[in-house]
């Protein structure tokens, strides 16, 4: 059910998470599975499943995403270089049906990705 996804019940605080921001559009906390030794998960409060269900109702609130993500790399200390990943349904490897952006850095990427 997609009003029950774990990402919705982090951001009603139902269970806890790592938070590293949060503003009323938006919130990121470390993922429970770190794949590079900073790995941070930004999701929107507003449930959007996948990446392809984003509307131009959506404009704005992505916009925000974007200029949070690059806050979050500075306040991070990813000044370096990070990588912002979206998994988009089963064949891009999405296993959270609630859009997020993937912040990680901390060591070198390789590609293409696996
Ligand atoms: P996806 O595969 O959907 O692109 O990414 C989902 C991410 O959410 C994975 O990297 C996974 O480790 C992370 N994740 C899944 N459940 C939880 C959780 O309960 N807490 C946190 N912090 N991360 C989670």
């Known amino acids: 059910m997609l009003a029950d996804n774990?990402?919705?019940?982090?951001?009603?605080?139902?269970?806890p998470a790592r938070i590293v921001y949060e503003d009323e559009h938006c919130m990121a906390f470390h993922d429970v599975n770190p794949q590079a030794p900073i790995h941070?998960?930004?999701?929107?409060r507003k449930v959007i499943p996948t990446h392809a269900d984003v509307t131009e109702a959506d404009r704005d609130l992505m916009g925000h995403l974007h200029v949070v993500a690059v806050?979050?790399?500075?306040?991070?200390?990813?000044?370096?270089?990070?990588?912002?990943?979206?998994?988009?349904?089963?064949?891009?490897?999405?296993?959270?049906?609630?859009?997020?952006?993937?912040?990680?850095?901390?060591?070198?990427?390789?590609?293409?990705?696996?």
């Open 6 to 15: 774990i990402f919705l019940k982090i951001v009603q605080k139902q269970i």
């Open 71 to 114: 806050r979050l790399a500075e306040t991070l200390g990813l000044g370096d270089g990070y990588r912002l990943v979206v998994n988009c349904k089963d064949r891009g490897g999405q296993t959270v049906p609630h859009l997020h952006f993937h912040l990680m850095g901390g060591r070198d990427m390789g590609w293409p990705p696996g």
């Open 40 to 44: 941070v998960l930004l999701i929107p």
